[in-house]
């Protein structure tokens, strides 16, 4: 309810949770990348104060948000409790900013929670700070609230301090869920003046789960307020659906055909099981080497798989090994092996585990250690010149003063034109169709050069738009190094002209990166016509595949489109699905006060492969992205095709 305990949700957990205690209605949305440390973002509704002047909001209420995280320290055992420590309103405006410290033990049914909090946690205040006692400057709080965004070290857990706790009981009926809790709170001290009667320190409460997926809550809060909420839930990593709408899988046979092939079904096939693409088919000796054009897949092993049941079904009985060779955009990137024998032992035998041999194996291009170079050509088959898609597309804006979602459905259409294979030509044209954006009259100010402030008058000056229209090149300047060349209109607001150079290693987990690019605005229209803003701007980056927790890092220094020079370090972490969680801050030499509200550019985002959850194999990826602000420092150019993502088949993990 309003205390906070040690427990954690279970590894790759995500859940939202709206509920409504007067004058608060609160969302948060909450993810467990480890076991040890949860973390989300939250929106606080106060519908008993304004969002701003009348002129400006309207009636809108005021939204605060805010960054939460907790961190266990200590794991339960028989005589110990669970322990851990959380901060809220980590780098917010500091209205609700609380730490705490609390532990968690079991007995039976029941779960008692016992804890210490600061700030808002402790707003009863009836204790001094033990901390104090070591260090003096802990018994007095610094107020942090202002216009957000900076880490308020000067208040963590200093002032005074109030206990809390309370226990839950899961009753004999697995649905339901009772509980009480002593508050720390006194609700005389609320943001923005509010001052609240507090009939009883004792809350009190019920949830109902309704289903795997759903819970549903019902309370009594401060002796005199009803609380209610509804909080939906998944396992992000356990998000598999069964391909029931996929082609009927290729039946494995032990024996291996007599009779010759047909290399042009052959290939139908491989397109039809896989979604790629076959180039070429040849047979070096023992060995067949199939080469597939870009690659794309969330789960790679499962199209390895695919082809390698349509070429076990055709290959003459004489090949041992399937060799297929990834190009991408024309760029020869690696080689997978597959051992015939082992990959059919897998299938068709009950082989212990113990046993087992690794069908697959990667293989590099070049060097002793590569494929032979001679070969006889059975199929080969050009790619389309000319590509194109139809989708949709859906953009929104949260928490400004003129509502607090503002939305965009939009047509898309996705078109590709190859000159050869390392150089195309694509674009993109957007038709907007549902949208509540004619609400967007606010455009933020700024102290900077208006790189991403113009936001309103870029998504509702035209309701036709081309986001993207720009020529590609992609090439090789050696075994692990590669590099693109481009022009054109990269993204909805900047054109112009850059080049990105990557060293990427077969077997390394680190891959260095440099982008430059020449821009200049666009104008609002989306259309073919520029604005007076130009600068220069480009990165030097370091990918690292830590190895740990599939936790990886990019870390990344250079010039901004504002002009500002600074860093971005995100972290990420990806599940065995293809489904990643991630974070990242951006900081400048740009002041706080110049920055604006929000101090810093950071960011939460949520990556989900639509393979997870569509009956049907796709390569759609669907992110989404949560800012508390767009400003204009440390924003970067949202270049298309970076290298790093074309040449992912490299990876460790792929």
Do not use: C
């Not at 706790?165 to 720390?184: A, F, H, N, R, T």
């Not at 996929?246 to 139908?268: C, F, G, M, Y």
């Not at 070049?366 to 790619?383: C, F, I, N, Q, T």
């Amino acid at each position: 309810m309003q205390t906070p305990t040690s427990r954690m949700a279970k590894v790759g957990a995500f859940s939202f949770n709206l509920t409504r205690t007067f004058p608060y209605t609160q969302g948060n949305t909450f993810f467990q990348p480890f076991d040890w440390m949860e973390a989300g973002f939250r929106y606080t509704n106060i519908s008993n104060r304004l969002y701003g002047p009348a002129s400006l909001s309207g009636d809108q209420a005021y939204k605060d948000k805010s960054i939460d995280v907790k961190f266990r320290v200590v794991n339960e055992s028989t005589y110990v409790p669970e322990i851990a420590i959380g901060l809220r309103d980590v780098a917010g405006t500091g209205l609700f900013s609380g730490e705490y410290v609390v532990a968690n033990k079991r007995t039976g049914d029941l779960d008692w929670s016992l804890g210490m909090g600061w700030g808002y946690v402790g707003n009863r205040a009836n204790l001094r700070n033990p901390l104090g006692r070591i260090v003096s400057s802990f018994d007095s709080r610094t107020s942090s609230v202002g216009t957000g965004g900076n880490f308020g070290f000067g208040s963590y857990f200093r002032g005074p301090a109030a206990l809390f706790g309370g226990v839950q009981y899961q009753s004999p009926w697995d649905k339901l869920i009772l509980k009480l809790e002593y508050d720390g709170n006194d609700y005389k001290r609320e943001p923005l003046g509010n001052v609240f009667k507090q009939a009883s320190p004792f809350n009190f409460g019920a949830v109902y789960r309704a289903t795997p997926w759903m819970d549903l809550s019902l309370g009594v809060e401060r002796g005199n307020t009803v609380t209610f909420g509804v909080t939906f839930k998944v396992q992000l990593d356990g998000m598999e659906t069964p391909k029931v709408n996929d082609p009927k899988p290729i039946p494995v046979a032990n024996a291996r055909p007599q009779s010759a092939p047909d290399w042009s079904r052959t290939s139908r096939d491989i397109e039809s099981q896989s979604s790629w693409h076959v180039r070429s088919i040849e047979q070096a000796g023992r060995e067949l080497r199939v080469t597939i054009d870009d690659p794309e897949a969330v789960y790679l092993r499962d199209r390895i798989d695919k082809t390698a049941a349509v070429l076990h079904r055709d290959a003459p009985a004489s090949v041992d090994r399937f060799a297929l060779s990834y190009k991408q955009r024309g760029v020869d990137l690696t080689e997978h092996v597959v051992d015939r024998d082992a990959w059919v032992e897998r299938r068709t035998q009950p082989v212990p585990a113990h046993n087992w041999r690794e069908p697959v194996m990667v293989r590099p291009l070049d060097g002793p250690a590569a494929g032979p170079k001679e070969s006889d050509s059975l199929y080969k088959s050009a790619r389309p010149k000319f590509e194109s898609a139809l989708g949709f597309d859906y953009q929104q804006t949260l928490g400004g003063p003129d509502g607090f979602v503002l939305f965009q459905i939009s047509a898309v259409e996705k078109a590709k034109y190859r000159l050869t294979d390392s150089t195309w030509l694509q674009g993109t044209v957007r038709l907007g169709l549902l949208n509540n954006y004619d609400k967007f009259k606010y455009t933020a100010p700024s102290d900077l050069p208006r790189v991403r402030t113009f936001l309103r008058e870029y998504l509702t000056t035209s309701a036709l738009t081309l986001p993207n229209l720009q020529l590609t090149h992609v090439g090789k300047l050696g075994d692990n190094q590669f590099y693109s060349v481009y022009a054109g209109y990269l993204e909805s607001m900047f054109a112009g002209v850059g080049a990105e150079w990557l060293y990427k290693k077969q077997d390394s987990r680190i891959a260095y990166g440099v982008d430059i690019n020449a821009v200049r605005q666009r104008k609002f229209e989306q259309d073919f016509g520029l604005r007076d803003y130009r600068v220069v701007t480009g990165h030097a980056a370091v990918y690292w595949d830590t190895g740990w927790n599939d936790i990886k890092a990019k870390l990344s220094a250079g010039r901004y489109l504002a002009g500002d020079m600074g860093a971005t370090l995100e972290i990420s972490r990806s599940f065995r699905n293809g489904v990643t969680i991630g974070a990242f801050a951006t900081k400048t030499n740009v002041s706080s006060a110049q920055f604006g509200e929000g101090s810093f550019d950071k960011g939460i985002y949520l990556s989900i492969p639509f393979d997870a959850m569509l009956t049907r194999s796709t390569n759609t990826v669907g992110t989404f992205v949560w800012k508390p602000l767009t400003r204009d420092g440390g924003a970067m150019l949202a270049r298309s095709n970076p290298l790093y993502n074309l040449t992912s088949v490299r990876d460790e993990r792929a």
